[in-house]
């Protein structure tokens, strides 16, 4: 918290969703780091596994990628995976761009990328050293129903966390991030009447704000 203290904007890590890439999550969140401007810059990592087919997408040079696999090469929200697979290499992805990108003082992640960033969350609230961040935007996220993942939602998740809800998602319906965001203690949740996106309107972007300066030093303390 000392470089905090000089009033530099938080530095939030992005996790993207599936099938995206840091490349694709920065495009499309530029309305929100615009919001942020001046208060939290979002420094994005792509996930460790290209997913399976995506090369013949339109963009040869950047293949979708994803943080886990449901079934083999494949994901899906609502799978009760009996063999996930890929989960402990995105820690370790994400425990190294913490490391090597830092100091980060929080992360943000969407969809897939929200759910890894609770997992995050609840590692953390146990004291692994290797995710030093103090809260979590989770835009669009759910609790992975795979029972390998279930230990993460053990016990409720002490990390101060702000869940966006889309009530028009339909790719992660409304009530699989209401459930998620149940896990946290004291969390604050946020709906917007949108989709899958991360949503940067006045509205959204005063929540953020508010949310966020409850980290700031001095600030709504």
Excluded: N
Excluded at 45 to 65: F, K, L
Aim: glycine content about 12%.
């Amino acid at each position: 918290a000392g470089a905090m203290s000089e009033g530099r904007p938080l530095r939030l890590l992005g996790l993207h969703g599936y099938r995206q890439s840091e490349r694709r999550f920065r495009q499309r969140t530029g309305a929100l780091r615009k919001a942020l401007r001046g208060r939290a810059e979002l420094v994005a990592v792509s996930a460790p596994h290209p997913v399976p087919g995506g090369e013949d997408d339109d963009d040869g040079d950047d293949p979708p990628r994803g943080w886990w696999f449901s079934g083999p090469g494949t994901f899906e929200a609502g799978e009760v995976a009996a063999a996930p697979a890929g989960l402990e290499e995105s820690l370790s992805a994400v425990a190294a761009a913490l490391a090597e990108h830092g100091p980060f003082d929080g992360l943000l992640g969407f969809s897939q990328g929200a759910a890894l960033a609770a997992m995050v969350c609840a590692l953390r609230a146990r004291g692994d050293p290797r995710f030093p961040v103090a809260f979590a935007i989770l835009v669009a996220g759910f609790a992975s129903r795979a029972p390998a993942h279930s230990h993460f939602y053990r016990e409720p998740i002490a990390l101060p966390t702000l869940h966006v809800v889309g009530d028009a998602d339909a790719v992660i319906a409304a009530p699989l991030s209401r459930e998620l965001a149940q896990r946290f203690v004291e969390p604050v949740v946020l709906t917007h009447p949108g989709g899958h996106f991360v949503p940067a309107a006045a509205p959204q972007k005063k929540a953020y704000l508010d949310f966020l300066d409850r980290f700031r030093p001095g600030q709504g303390q």
